[in-house]
Nanobody, 120 residues
Framework: QLVESGGGLVQAGDSLRLSCAAS??????MGWFRQAPGKEREFVCA???????DYTDSVKGRFTISRDSAKRTVSLQMNSLKPEDTAVYYC??????????????????WGQGTQVTVSS
């Protein structure tokens, strides 16, 4: 029900935009997580139904999450990319409102993942 697009190979300092299209329902919270090789999946950012956002510290000021008015597509604009941003990025969606939107446990649906590689 979540289809991601937009990953790729870029150089450090470049920008990339990821999109995630949801079908079948409207979700309360949508977010992005990432997983680098040998590491656990980590929270990147999320946006609630009414538009409030949350970002992990390492991407604040560089990444922007947004949602279309129909609440069916969420985008992640990534600027000033760094090699440490290299990971598989996953779109996630929740049918409930939770106070903690940084944990994978509070998301019901996941996309297939899209690779983002940033070369130095």
């Amino acid at each position: 029900q979540l289809v991601e697009s937009g990953g790729g190979l870029v150089q450090a300092g470049d920008s990339l935009r990821l999109s995630c299209a949801a079908s079948g329902r409207t979700f309360r919270t949508m977010g992005w997580f990432r997983q680098a090789p040998g590491k656990e999946r980590e929270f990147v950012c999320a946006i609630r139904f009414l538009g409030s956002t949350d970002y992990t510290d390492s991407v604040k000021g560089r990444f922007t999450i947004s949602r279309d008015s129909a609440k069916r597509t969420v985008s992640l604009q990534m600027n000033s990319l760094k090699p440490e941003d290299t990971a598989v990025y996953y779109c996630a969606a929740s049918t409930h409102e939770y106070s903690n939107i940084r944990t994978t446990a509070n998301y019901d649906f996941w996309g297939q993942g899209t690779q983002v590689t940033v070369s130095s």
